[in-house]
């Protein structure tokens, strides 16, 4: 704070921290109490409460009816309306008093109350982004320690171009490109079809998009770059000679890897998890895309049907609330597997 | 353990363009303490990394022990490398740095914990060996980097300066140590450093390096009274030079014509008449206020700098030539002073008459 005010002066000191304070509070810190409030609460409906709710609906579409009357109507008519008209907006008023007044009731059972079918779909999503989370380590490891260890400067700058240049395309155009590799008459099944081995006259394609592994491909491809970079900053910074030194005394590849770059990438490797698996767990348009409906939902997809389809926030804030604490929990998680504190996190 | 002998046989090393090494060979022997001395740049330490198997050499072979090392890998080689840097593995408590090359080789951890704890002992970091590398000062960092290579029980240790990040202090505490283990264990150091004391203090034999050549190997002594070519004498110690003609010469001694007038030297090389010379005279070799001795010279003190043992002062002649003079500090050496008009003269048998060349940077 001291060195901030040293070095930027108290004016511009002072308006980076509103900033800043400004940013955590309006992006996050508001929007996630929000969430949290909207989940504690719900909507309590008697019978009674439902017959006001058919009334004011039944009210709203007598003055839509009447307001079209209105513009047709003979002058004498007009008043008898428009005194109608009135009278229903008062009556509507009132009933919609009754019906905030009665409804709001705190409580946990927004959380409780999950069915099994949201439940299974849950614990699948999370078992399916620690998967893909999984994958992605296994297939970004080698790349980050190639591009970083063995590349010389103008190689490893280019090999990193290769993989960001893909991220300036939009992240639907790169699904939307999966779909038309693994679809029914995607262009590997057009390959195995011109090979012969199988037909698309008689459907018998092999049906890629039905199995979760495909939505996987979609997943580490579009989150690749999370992976890889944390991981190549970390490998990145061991002393080559440290590699050396173990293989001159006569570790194996293998040996070299899981005692001296591992150990020292650990930080790295535990960032790129935690982003995997936050971005596949709450990715919502990979899944949407790539299933097409034709495998199962994944829970991001259930919480969207509730937000905008269901029009239960207070459930939908429940279950995004819900996938909140997973991920905060696979976090402090991978900090204990990796014995890594915030501070290795952070750098 | 037990030393083994090192050839290099015509062995060069090309990086594109670039030859790091011209075609050299080398014969290190088993058991002794053998340094490569030259300044940074000079291609010796992609001959450790030759012998040690990082490189592969462009021509020629590398047979250690008499076994051709030609496509075996540095880890299955019988040599251990001590780095400039260490690298010992920040993450490991020193007990496992030490005993990692035993890891390597199968070793069951009871024995490996023993073995460690043996060689701690061996360089004097005893209990130590629970704590991390970070948390010991550097000369102790550096015993546990010598421990643990010498816990794959190599037959040649190499070691790429790796005194070089130690305070003045340290590193000649360093020296007898290493020195000392080397004499315990018995095998073969090849050592690299660009320091010639810590090359003249340490070893039995010393090869000066030079571009990519190999100048001169010999003993420390040897090196020191008898360097062979201007770059060696120049590099190994201070030597005043004086560039001249060959006049007259007669069974060893020779008279070149230098802008200081004719000054008498030794001639090993057998310059012929004609030739272009340079003659060295070591600072120490220099006396001041002497009369009758081969070659009689006089100037002014312009500078004078106090070394403790002794005093180091610098002769401007009326030719403009500037000559280093030590003067032994026997109390009173403060009687010159700069401004000072002294005489002063060498022994012929003192002066070394060389073929000119290329002389060492400062």
Request: net charge neutral; aromatic share 10%.
């Amino acid at each position: 704070m001291h060195s901030l005010v040293q070095t930027y002066g108290k004016a511009l000191t002072t308006g980076i921290w509103l900033l800043a304070a400004i940013w955590v509070l309006g992006l996050i810190v508001l929007p996630q109490l929000f969430v949290l409030e909207q989940s504690l609460w719900w909507k309590e409906k008697s019978a009674d409460e439902f017959e006001v709710t058919q009334r004011i609906d039944r009210l709203y579409n007598d003055v839509m009816l009447w307001q079209l009357d209105l513009s047709s109507a003979a002058p004498a008519q007009k008043t008898e309306l428009e005194q109608k008209i009135a009278d229903a907006e008062v009556e509507i008023a009132r009933l919609e008093d009754m019906e905030i007044a009665a409804v709001k009731v705190y409580g946990l059972r927004n959380y409780t109350r999950m069915s099994s079918l949201h439940f299974q779909i849950f614990v699948k999503t999370i078992g399916y982004a620690a998967l893909v989370t999984l994958l992605a380590l296994v297939a970004c490891y080698p790349v980050a320690y190639t591009v970083a260890q063995l590349a010389t400067p103008n190689k490893a700058a280019l090999l990193m171009l290769g993989l960001i240049i893909p991220y300036a395309i939009n992240e639907l155009l790169r699904v939307y490109a999966w779909l038309m590799i693994l679809d029914y008459q995607g262009v590997i099944n057009s390959f195995l079809a011109w090979l012969g081995l199988v037909d698309l006259e008689a459907k018998t394609w092999i049906p890629f998009l039905e199995y979760p592994g495909s939505v996987f491909v979609a997943l580490i491809y579009a989150y690749v770059l999370f992976m890889v970079f944390p991981m190549y900053n970390t490998i990145e910074t061991l002393d080559k000679n440290q590699i050396e030194a173990a293989r001159d005394l006569g570790a194996s590849t293998w040996r070299i890897h899981w005692r001296v770059v591992i150990p020292h990438a650990k930080p790295g490797i535990a960032v790129g998890c935690i982003m995997t698996f936050m971005l596949s767990a709450g990715s919502y348009s990979v899944p949407q895309v790539m299933t097409r409906g034709k495998s199962g939902d994944w829970f991001s997809q259930l919480i969207y049907r509730q937000f905008f389809e269901s029009f239960n926030w207070n459930q939908g804030a429940a279950y995004s609330f819900t996938l909140l604490l997973v991920c905060i929990a696979f976090i402090f998680l991978m900090m204990t597997v990796f014995r890594v504190g915030i501070r290795d996190i952070a750098k | 353990m037990r030393g083994k002998d090192v050839v290099l046989d015509k062995v060069s090393m090309s990086f594109g363009d670039f030859v790091a090494v011209q075609p050299t060979d080398l014969k290190i022997t088993a058991g002794e303490f053998f340094s490569i001395l030259g300044p940074s740049g000079c291609g010796k330490t992609t001959i450790l990394r030759m012998v040690s198997g990082f490189l592969g050499p462009t021509t020629g072979t590398i047979a250690i022990g008499g076994e051709p090392m030609a496509g075996v890998g540095p880890n299955r080689r019988p040599t251990a490398l001590i780095f400039q840097n260490l690298a010992l593995f920040p993450l490991m408590p020193v007990w496992e740095n030490v005993a990692f090359g035993l890891e390597c080789r199968g070793v069951p951890k009871e024995d490996r914990r023993r073995r460690a704890g043996e060689l701690l002992e061996l360089v004097a970091l005893t209990g130590q060996g629970h704590k991390k590398p970070t948390e010991l000062s550097g000369g102790q960092r550096q015993r546990v980097a010598v421990a643990r290579a010498l816990a794959v029980e190599p037959a040649v240790l190499l070691l790429d300066e790796p005194l070089s990040a130690l305070d003045l202090k340290l590193r000649q505490h360093m020296r007898t140590e290493l020195r000392g283990i080397q004499k315990q264990v018995g095998i073969t150091f090849v050592y690299i450093t660009h320091d010639q004391g810590e090359a003249l203090t340490m070893s039995d034999r010393i090869a000066v390096m030079s571009a990519g050549v190999i100048e001169q190997v010999d003993s420390p002594d040897r090196l020191y009274d008898a360097p062979k070519t201007p770059f060696v004498a120049t590099f190994v110690g201070e030597n005043n030079v004086l560039r001249g003609k060959v006049g007259q010469q007669t069974n060893g001694m020779l008279q070149a014509e230098t802008p200081l007038g004719p000054v008498r030297a030794a001639n090993p090389r057998g310059l012929s008449h004609g030739a272009d010379a340079m003659v060295f005279v070591r600072p120490e070799r220099v006396q001041l206020g002497v009369h009758g001795v081969d070659n009689q010279l006089h100037g002014r003190v312009v500078r004078r700098e106090l070394e403790g043992p002794f005093a180091q002062l610098a002769l401007e002649t009326p030719q403009g030539e500037t000559i280093l003079v030590h003067q032994t500090n026997h109390g009173g050496a403060a009687d010159v002073r700069v401004g000072d008009e002294v005489s002063f003269g060498f022994a012929a048998r003192d002066a070394l008459a060389l073929a000119a060349g290329e002389l060492a940077r400062d």
